[in-house]
């Protein structure tokens, strides 16, 4: 019996000696893979081909008048700022696309963050140059393929916005091929902010923003998710 006891012992032992390697390989794994969320799908959100198709209308998602199920999403390890104000700036090799007006696009920021700013009691954002001293540190950058816009996690912070082949508006009401800045930015900050994108087709965090078309106002769901998180 005893030796059984031992012998069992034993086999613990040295099976914890055998899966010890792997526990710290899955643990690197989860790290790499939380860069790769950043880096891939995650850090931003595209523009279907399905481009200037109504997406109010859609049906695929789970939303809902009385708001039942959550659909917000965290990152890996909920990574958040801890210390309020979060400054954001743009970096000096930041370019406004040709035919933006700069001081258009600053409102379009500023409004962007007062937005979230009125969720979470504790928020503050401050604007800061030069943006590399900022936590939020905005550039507008040539972005490939049919991504506009990228949102890092925190302590990243890294917000880029496409300068090539978006057309963004700054007015109240973009054209049909156009996207709108500010519904944009919103997208991008909450992913500075630590949401993920989630699947509730009303939310500003949800991965895809339809041309021609404004989303300005935090769903139900954003404002869970961020409560949440900041809580
Ligand atoms: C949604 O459907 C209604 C009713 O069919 C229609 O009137 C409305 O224009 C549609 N909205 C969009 C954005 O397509
Ligand atoms: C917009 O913000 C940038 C970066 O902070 C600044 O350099 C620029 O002067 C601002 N534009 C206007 C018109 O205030
Ligand atoms: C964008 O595409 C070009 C050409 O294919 C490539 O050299 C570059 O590394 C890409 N940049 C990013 C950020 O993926
Ligand atoms: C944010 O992440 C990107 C991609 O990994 C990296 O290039 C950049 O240097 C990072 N910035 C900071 C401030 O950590
Ligand atoms: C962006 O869209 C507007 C409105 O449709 C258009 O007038 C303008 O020429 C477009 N700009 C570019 C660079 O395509």
Redesign the pocket.
Known sequence: MAAKFVYKLLGTFLMFLVLQPFVTASKTLKLASL?II??GQHRGYGVPDAVGQPSSNDTGGRRGMFHLVDNYKFFNETPKWKNFPVTYGFVSNSRIPVGLDSRAVNDSVAAAFKVWEAVVPKFAFKKVEPGETANI?ITFTKINGTYYGFG?AP????LQLDNDHTNWSTGSAPARNQLDLQSGVMHEIGQTLGLDHSTDHSAVMYDTLIRGTTKRVLAPDDKDGITKLYA
């Open positions: 860069q950043e880096q540190k890092y302590p990243n912070g890294t």
